[in-house]
């Protein structure tokens, strides 16, 4: 005789244990900065599950039952870099998803979402505190290099290497302080894609319906290399608002036709039946030698004219 489980304990069930995994990743992520930063991507990925598994007030349920419990462990602070990091992609990615929107305009529309809950709540602290929010990124980088460098010398570099090194993470510094807009929105999309990749797994796996779409196939708008035209040019400009706005824009676009790239790639290593561990050294080389994204990025945008993926006419 089977026992039937009552619905209504499921889902209960299903929030008790997505708001359990919810906080553990985004514990990990926050107790351990360098380990625990891959399980704090995956932060949206219990609510995104069960929203798509149940329903959507589901997960609505496991972000509120995942707050109170960071609130009750932590503080306001960690409840609202979990809300705005986490909280915002595991509610609108399983909506678009829902909505059978695909994956990648699910990530772009969730990416839009998130970052316009981050504005406001920006200006909502500015307004509140009268705070410089440009100046309180400037301070944390600062003193992030600063106390990296004291780690350096304690572990016993020093004379010019350590002022070579020291010269080295201001520029580093610099350089962030300059794009951290465009580091903030290619940050989310990277976060978003790879919740995506595990849900396309999982769901799979349950045989659960999700509508992704085929990555080998996809490709940016062709209206969009007019604005990577325009953003190249605005960075000529004399201005230094316009010439911070066209690079911001500019890394962002770039970033999109480097995802182009990689459909390509990907399109021709099924194509020609390339093992999977030397695609596996591919994305190690990557990793290894982060400029090659850029010669990726320049194959995305030279798919619009090549089209290499289109069978060849006889």
């Not at 599950?49 to 503080?75: E, F, P, Q």
């Not at 915002?88 to 994956?103: D, N, Q, T």
């Not at 201005?239 to 970033?255: D, F, K």
């Not at 561990?277 to 004219?305: H, T, Y």
Request: positive net charge; contains cysteine; aromatic residues 10%.
């Amino acid at each position: 005789m089977s026992l039937k489980v009552n619905p209504v304990q499921g889902q209960i069930l299903d929030v008790v244990k997505g708001s359990v995994a919810t906080v553990t990743l985004f514990l990990a992520f926050v107790y351990f900065p360098v380990l625990g930063m891959i399980p704090g991507f995956f932060a949206p990925l219990p609510g995104a599950y069960y929203a798509l598994k149940n329903d959507r007030k589901i997960g609505l349920l496991v972000l509120l039952t995942s707050s109170a419990l960071l609130l009750g462990l932590a503080d306001s602070t960690l409840l609202l870099v979990y809300l705005l990091q986490a909280g915002v992609l595991s509610l609108a990615l399983p909506e678009f998803l829902l909505r059978l929107k695909g994956g990648a305009r699910s990530i772009v529309y969730s990416v839009a979402i998130n970052l316009l809950v981050m504005l406001v709540a920006a200006l909502l602290y500015s307004w509140d505190t009268g705070a410089d929010l440009h100046a309180k990124v400037t301070k944390g980088v600062q003193s992030s290099i600063t106390q990296t460098a004291l780690l350096y010398e304690k572990a016993g570099v020093k004379g010019d290497e350590l002022k070579a090194m020291q010269e080295s993470m201001q520029q580093a510094g610099e350089l962030v302080i300059t794009i951290y807009p465009a580091l903030v929105t290619v940050s989310l999309g990277l976060v978003a894609c790879m919740n995506l990749l595990v849900l396309a797994r999982v769901a799979n796996r349950v045989r659960m319906p999700l509508y992704v779409g085929d990555f080998k196939k996809y490709r940016n708008p062709e209206p969009l290399v007019w604005l990577l035209i325009a953003s190249g040019f605005g960075m000529l400009a004399p201005s230094t608002p316009v010439y911070l706005a066209s690079l911001n824009v500019l890394i962002v676009v770039a970033a999109l036709y480097s995802v182009q790239g990689f459909a390509v790639i990907s399109h021709y290593f099924c194509k020609l039946q390339v093992p999977k561990f030397i695609r596996l050294l591919s994305a190690l080389f990557l990793i290894i030698q982060p400029f090659m994204v850029l010669a990726v990025a320049v194959l995305g945008v030279f798919d619009l004219w090549g089209d290499f993926r289109s069978p060849k006419k006889q």
